[in-house]
């Protein structure tokens, strides 16, 4: 398969739990439980084609994660494997979920992250997203976010 993103199909089910489990097993301590993306039912959003997955150098380095929403296309989770951090590789899939979500018809991306992934929020923040309100879902303490978008 040709570099670059793709939809997921079932056989990158191991890849995508893989790289979900190394990019948010160390903040487990960090909030006291797994984080919502180690939870998530991969194979059903990889069933309803809502999956991406970045593939670099011939092998599958992260995830995107959106879903179409009535206002907003929600990017409900992006990872990079470790490894592969400070790439660009994060930053690529950033400008394609914005990039498909106005190629939706939407005015507006939004995410959440919880509160103590403070790295992440400041990262948002720095690429144009902003708070829109902070509560808690699941058990997480989250912070929404949301950028408009051109």
Same mark, same amino acid.
């Given at each position: 398969?040709? @570099?670059? /993103?793709?939809?997921?199909?079932?056989? @990158?089910?191991?890849?995508?739990?893989?790289?979900?489990?190394?990019?948010? =097993? *160390?903040?487990?301590?960090?909030?006291?439980?797994?984080?919502?993306?180690?939870?998530? @039912?991969?194979?059903?959003?990889?069933?309803? +084609? +809502?999956?991406?997955?970045?593939?670099? @150098?011939?092998?599958?380095?992260?995830?995107?994660?959106?879903?179409?929403?009535?206002?907003?296309? /929600? /990017?409900?989770?992006?990872?990079?494997?470790?490894?592969?951090?400070?790439?660009? /590789?994060? +930053?690529?899939?950033?400008?394609?979920?914005?990039? =498909?979500?106005?190629?939706?018809?939407?005015?507006?991306?939004?995410?959440?992250?919880?509160? &103590?992934?403070?790295?992440?929020?400041?990262?948002?923040?720095?690429?144009?997203?902003?708070?829109? *309100?902070?509560?808690?879902? &699941?058990?997480? +303490?989250?912070?929404?976010?949301?950028?408009?978008?051109?």
């Amino acid at each position: 398969m040709t @570099d670059g /993103l793709r939809i997921a199909v079932e056989e @990158d089910l191991p890849f995508v739990e893989a790289i979900v489990e190394a990019a948010y =097993s *160390h903040y487990i301590p960090i909030i006291g439980q797994k984080p919502g993306p180690m939870v998530d @039912d991969y194979a059903a959003l990889i069933g309803d +084609r +809502r999956v991406h997955v970045l593939q670099s @150098d011939g092998v599958i380095k992260g995830v995107l994660v959106l879903i179409p929403e009535e206002n907003a296309m /929600l /990017l409900d989770n992006i990872a990079v494997i470790p490894a592969a951090k400070g790439a660009g /590789l994060g +930053r690529e899939m950033l400008m394609f979920a914005e990039q =498909s979500a106005r190629d939706a018809g939407y005015k507006s991306i939004r995410l959440y992250t919880h509160e &103590k992934m403070t790295q992440n929020i400041a990262l948002y923040s720095r690429i144009g997203y902003v708070e829109t *309100h902070r509560g808690e879902e &699941k058990g997480l +303490r989250r912070v929404y976010m949301t950028k408009a978008l051109d």
